[in-house]
C-alpha cells in the first residue's frame, strides 16, 4: 500500500497555533464510517451524538515540560529535549534531592560529547552520558537538597509544543496543553492526548448526567507520533512504541459494556492503539507497537473522537482504518473547504457507524 495515499495538501493557515479560549467551543465534524455522510457541529454538543450506556475512554497521561534551556560549561547553550525516564534515585531522605537517568535529544551549535556538564538553572544539573545522534541519548540529571528532579523538571521545563507550532511555549500553554483530567500519578507523556484537549469538566459532567460512563487508561505519548514515514509503502514501515497502562477498573467496565452491547468511545488515537492492542494480545500494560492501517481488523472500538493529522502520517492511516481511506479523504476535504483548524489545538471529527 502506497503511502502517499493517505497525503493531502494543507495550507499552513489551517494550522492551528494557539487554542481556542473555550476548549468546548472548538468545531466537530460527525463522520459517518464508510459514506459521504459529514455535518458541521460544534464539541459542546457532544452529548447529542451519544446514548446512556456508552463508555467515553480516556487518556489521563500528562505531559512533563520537557524542553530543558541550559549551558555548557564553556556557556555555549544547549536544549536537552527529554524523551523517555529511565530510573530515578531519591537520597536517603525524601526531601534531600535525587538524581534520574532519562532518555534526552540534544540541540546544540557543537556535537555533544560524553561528560559534558550542563545546567539548566533552578539547582537542576546534567551530564552527558551518551551523546544521540538521530536516537535519543543518555542524559544523567542531579538536583541539589531540598527537591527532586522531577520537582525541578516541572519548575525549570518548558512545554514541549509540537514542531508544527511556530512559536515558543507561553505561561498559558502549561494549562491549555493539558487535558483537564490529566493525572499527576500518570506524568511521562512528551505530547498531549490531543482528543482529549477539548474537554471540561462541565461538558464531561453533562455527559455523565445524560448516563454515558468515563474509564481511562495511560498511555505516555512520545516524540514517535510525530516522527514522518520514510519508506514508500505503508507495510515497510515500523512505528514507535510508547508505555501504556490499562487499569483492571477499566478492564471490567469495558467488559460490562460489551455484555449490554453498549458502545466503546476512543478519545483519540492513543487511546485506540491501546484498547486494541488489548484486544489482540491480552497484555494491559507494557509497550504498545501496534500500527493500525487500512486492513485492521477493529475488536473493541465503536466510535472514535479525534483531531485532524498530519497528511502521510500513521495517525492518518490509523483513522482512515477505521472511517475507510476514501471516506476520511472526503472528509478533510470537506473540513478544508469549511475552514476548520488542524493539528493539536485545532478541531476535532467523531467517526460513528
Known sequence: MDVALFDYDLPVERIAQYPLSLRDQSRLLLVKRDSRDFSDERFCDLGQHLKSGDLLVLNDTKVIPARLLGRKESGGQVEAFLVRAVSETLSASDDSGSR???????????????????????????????????????????????????????????????????????????????????????????????????????????????????????????????????????????IHEEYFQIPE???????????????IV?????????????????????MCDLFIYPGFKFKLVDLMLTNFHLPASTLMMLVSAFAGRETMMAAYRRALELEFRFYSYGDAMLIYK
Open 266 to 286: 476512543a478519545v483519540g488515537t492513543t487511546v485506540t492503539r491501546a484498547l486494541e492492542y488489548y484486544a489482540a494480545t491480552g497484555n494491559a500494560s507494557g
Open 100 to 238: 534520574a537517568l532519562w532518555r534526552a535529544l540534544f540541540k546544540s551549535s557543537k556535537k555533544m560529547r560524553p561528560g559534558q556538564k550542563l545546567d539548566f538553572g533552578g539547582g537542576l544539573t546534567g551530564q552527558v552520558i551518551e551523546p544521540s545522534g538521530t536516537e535519543p541519548g543518555l542524559l544523567a540529571l542531579e538536583v541539589e537538597v531540598g527537591t527532586t528532579v522531577n520537582q525541578a523538571i516541572e519548575k525549570v521545563g518548558q512545554v514541549p509544543l509540537p514542531p508544527y507550532i511556530k512559536r515558543q511555549p507561553e505561561s498559558d500553554d502549561r494549562q491549555t496543553y493539558q487535558t483537564v483530567f490529566a493525572d499527576d500519578t500518570a506524568s511521562g507523556a512528551v505530547a498531549a492526548p490531543t482528543a482529549g484537549l477539548h474537554f471540561t469538566k462541565e461538558l464531561l459532567a453533562e455527559l455523565h448526567e445524560k448516563g454515558v460512563e468515563t474509564a481511562f487508561l495511560t498511555l505516555h505519548v512520545g516524540l514517535g507520533t510525530f516522527s514522518p514515514v520514510r519508506c514508500q509503502k505503508v507495510e515497510e514501515h515500523r
Open 249 to 263: 477498573t477499566t478492564l471490567d467496565q469495558i467488559k460490562q459494556v460489551q455484555e449490554r452491547k453498549g458502545r
